[in-house]
């Protein structure tokens, strides 16, 4: 298979959408990249990656990482994180107060930013270090140990949290929290400022395309939790727009406001695009398009 030909393939299909959209306007350090950035990589199930583009410039991951801290709560907990948190998709933004209210504090799955607090209050009690929990595997995994939370995009977030402040105010007034706020905000906030390359983003979630097995061949996650984690990113991974995303590209999905994508080819390779310019959702509109691209040349889908 000529890996890097599809992937020059699909930059060139989507280089008239580069540059499309705008940065997120929710966290100021964020809003100087240049939307012009484009990166994409895939990394195959048997440790080979290819990339163009940007796809070795590191990048804010942001909701992405949620992945990740949701693998770990998984790893260690199994299924007890479902009785606080649901797996439906959420049809409203991922900052939305009113539904998190209208569902007695159970916020509506674990990619909304209620859904990640909780998670992440679960991995504070699991491991006393949620971020450094989620650093340690993104390191091992990409082999990385550059692999960090960006000071600067975390202070920028902590600065301008107010609205994920209500809702863990509102999670903890349901009993939804077990650790105290401000630390399930700060362990929050840490993981979202992670910064990658796509190269390392693609690497870091192989796992997940191959069953749970770890990069050293020892398992993460058992088969059937990796299988409802893919589910989850394929109905919930994008935010209110997930429809579309399933109709167009037809993978498991995560996005973030970093202009992040990671998508998952089960048993073939996983993908991380990155364009900072969002849609009206808060997903790239260049990663959209080139992942609708690569599954209509490839033909890979989970349909």
Known sequence: MDYQGILDTVQAAVRPLIGCGRTTEHIPALTTVSPSRFGLALATVDGAVYGVGDWLMPFSV???????SLALVLSRDGETIWQRVGREPSGNPYNCLHQLEHDGGIPRNPF????????VDRLTTLTGDASGAVLELLR????????????????SEAEH????ASLAHLLASYGNLVNPVDVVLDHYISQCAITMSCRDL???ARFLARHGLR???????PRSDTKRLNAAMLTCGTYDNAGEFAYRVGL???????????????????LAVWG???DRYGNSCAGLAALDAFTTHTGWSVF
Not at 112 to 119: D, I, K, M, P, R
Not at 260 to 269: E, H, K, Q
């Open 62 to 68: 942001q909701s992405v990482s949620k992945v990740f």
């Open 161 to 164: 949290r107010h609205r994920n």
């Open 202 to 204: 693609a690497s870091a």
């Open 252 to 270: 498991p999905v995560k996005s973030g406001v970093g202009g992040g994508i990671l998508a998952v080819v089960p048993n073939r390779c996983t």
């Open 140 to 155: 091992h995994e990409t082999g990385n140990p550059a692999v960090h939370a960006d000071p600067d995009v975390a202070k």
């Open 215 to 221: 990069a050293d061949g020892s398992r993460l996650l």
């Open 112 to 119: 909304v930013n209620a859904g990640a607090l909780v998670v």
């Open 276 to 278: 900072p310019g969002l």
